[in-house]
T-cell receptor, first 110, second 115 residues
Framework: DAKTTQPPSMDCAEGRAANLPCNHS???????VYWYRQIHSQGPQYIIH???NNETNEMASLIITEDRKSSTLILPHATLRDTAVYYC???????????FGKGTKLSVIP | EAGVAQSPRYKIIEKRQSVAFWCNPI?????LYWYQQILGQGPKLLIQ????????DSQLPKDRFSAERLKGVDSTLKIQPAKLEDSAVYLC?????????????FGEGSRLTVL
């Protein structure tokens, strides 16, 4: 069973920030938070990951709460191409094994 | 850099027939994964290889599914005999053993329809 909880769907206006929440209240001390997305008919694509500090890359920002029980993926300026299913997952350091849940279906609206 | 290659992209068979899927990971990636994705669900791990050894096959239905990774590079996933519930997309992914990010790179998948 997936160890994370995400809303099944969200809408976001094009050009606005998309904030995707994830709850992981049973996270262990050595588990990383990973985010992937899957655009229709493609394989999942890595977005970002973090342990306890906030992270930013060219695609997104990851905000992890101080108690590490939840996190938020931020797409700063959503485009139509960001329409996808977004998966939040936990993985132990070095195990690289990901358990996918159902994710959040993000729809970016023109 | 070439990505993860999978073939065939689409396959339609009748139940009780057999099918095989092929995966060529990114060069230098020691770890290879096969996932099954049923429509409307997230991918489910079937088997994980490191080089040519199996790390985890706990969710592989071994009565009908088999996978091998000879020489630690390419891999094949076989289903024999197929059932209706095996209709899904079969995704192959690879990663470096000690990659900085632990990032998995996925192929586009092989879509199986069992009639």
């Amino acid at each position: 069973d997936a160890k994370t909880t995400q809303p099944p769907s969200m809408d976001c206006a094009e050009g606005r920030a998309a904030n995707l929440p994830c709850n992981h209240s049973t996270i262990s001390g050595n588990e990383y938070v990973y985010w992937y997305r899957q655009i229709h008919s493609q394989g999942p694509q890595y977005i970002i990951h973090g342990l306890k500090n906030n992270e930013t890359n060219e695609m997104a920002s990851l905000i992890i709460t101080e108690d590490r029980k939840s996190s938020t993926l931020i797409l700063p300026h959503a485009t139509l191409r960001d329409t996808a299913v977004y998966y939040c997952m936990l993985s132990g350091a070095g195990s690289y094994q990901l358990t996918f849940g159902k994710g959040t279906k993000l729809s970016v609206i023109p | 850099e070439a990505g993860v290659a999978q073939s065939p992209r689409y396959k339609i068979i009748e139940k009780r027939q057999s099918v095989a899927f092929w995966c060529n990971p990114i060069s230098g990636h020691a770890t290879l994964y096969w996932y099954q994705q049923i429509l409307g669900q997230g991918p489910k791990l079937l088997i994980q290889f490191q080089n040519n050894g199996v790390v985890d096959d706990s969710q592989l239905p071994k009565d009908r599914f088999s996978a091998e990774r000879l020489k630690g590079v390419d891999s094949t996933l076989k289903i024999q005999p197929a059932k209706l519930e095996d209709s899904a997309v079969y995704l192959c992914a690879s990663s470096l053993v000690s990659g900085r990010t632990g990032e998995l790179f996925f192929g586009e998948g092989s879509r199986l329809t069992v009639l």
